[in-house]
């Protein structure tokens, strides 16, 4: 049985969902995406998704076809539909179809696509044997902060990781970790201390990374907010990834080399342990 997909207001099954091939999101990456996981049939701090997705249409001038309210009713639906006990919902919305020129359409109504994917986010074999990363310089634009649909470069970067063996790869600049190909990265000092990027515009402002920082404040769980280099990381007692479609990831080598002891670390199984914890107790 075919899953069921929302496309422009219906909803339709997925080997029949189309749109138009003047879409600005296929001919310019005009547009901006979210997703949130699901848990238990539930939403997992989907509120704090829906706010980053009205910033970054804000940020490129692009408006919502829906009210939030109304997309997270089509989320839920989403879910109904499909069964989706475990999984992420992915939504993209771009600027709409019109004829091919790079200045912005006057009277397009903006395209809306949501779909459901089931993944298996708790019992992850990834979770439990922590991942291999591999470094790559960071090619992407200036405007990181905006989850635009415009990915070739981290596709590039994770296919580069794939063929070296590696699930994630780590982007480069300056000597500088910025983020992973799809997650935020974090480092646990040989003080246990934690450590990750802050916000600006080179990186994404992580939905889970926000999360997982405030539950480790609230347990007096020391975080610094600072830039850490390729060295510094491989010299750290541990390192995870976070992101709303793995939650947290132990990372146990970076470019082949063993991080720690080369094995998921207490601080990130901990730290997975509160995160999940709080997915299950808030998710709606």
């Excluded at 091919?100 to 994917?117: C, E, N, S, W, Y």
């Amino acid at each position: 049985m075919s899953r069921i997909a929302y496309v422009n207001g219906e909803f339709v099954p997925l080997d029949e969902a189309r749109i138009s091939i003047l879409d600005r999101g296929f001919l310019f990456a005009d547009g901006i995406y979210e997703v949130s996981a699901v848990l238990d049939g539930k939403l997992v701090d989907n509120e704090a998704h829906l706010v980053r997705l009205a910033r970054s249409v804000g940020e490129i001038a692009l408006p919502l076809p829906e009210t939030l309210e109304r997309i997270e009713e089509i989320q839920k639906e989403l879910i109904a539909r499909n069964d989706l006990v475990e999984g992420v919902v992915y939504l993209q919305v771009t600027r709409g179809a019109a004829d091919r020129d790079f200045a912005f359409p006057k009277g397009v109504k903006p395209t809306l696509v949501i779909f459901t994917q089931v993944k298996n986010i708790v019992d992850s074999p990834a979770a439990r044997n922590g991942i291999a990363v591999k470094t790559l310089p960071d090619i992407r634009w200036a405007r990181r902060d905006i989850k635009s649909v415009a990915l070739l470069a981290q596709v590039l970067a994770k296919q580069a990781a794939a063929e070296a063996g590696c699930q994630e790869a780590w982007m480069v600049e300056d000597g500088l970790i910025t983020e992973g190909g799809s997650s935020t990265v974090f480092i646990v000092t040989r003080n246990d201390v934690i450590v990750t990027r802050p916000n600006s515009n080179a990186i994404l402002p992580g939905c889970t990374r926000k999360a997982l920082i405030a539950l480790a404040e609230e347990r007096q769980i020391r975080i610094e907010e600072r830039a850490f280099s390729v060295e510094e990381a491989r010299a750290a007692k541990e390192a995870f990834i976070t992101s709303a479609s793995s939650f947290l990831q132990p990372v146990v080598t970076i470019d082949g080399a063993p991080v720690g002891d080369g094995k998921p670390g207490p601080v990130a199984k901990r730290l997975r342990e509160i995160y999940i914890d709080f997915a299950r107790t808030t998710s709606q």
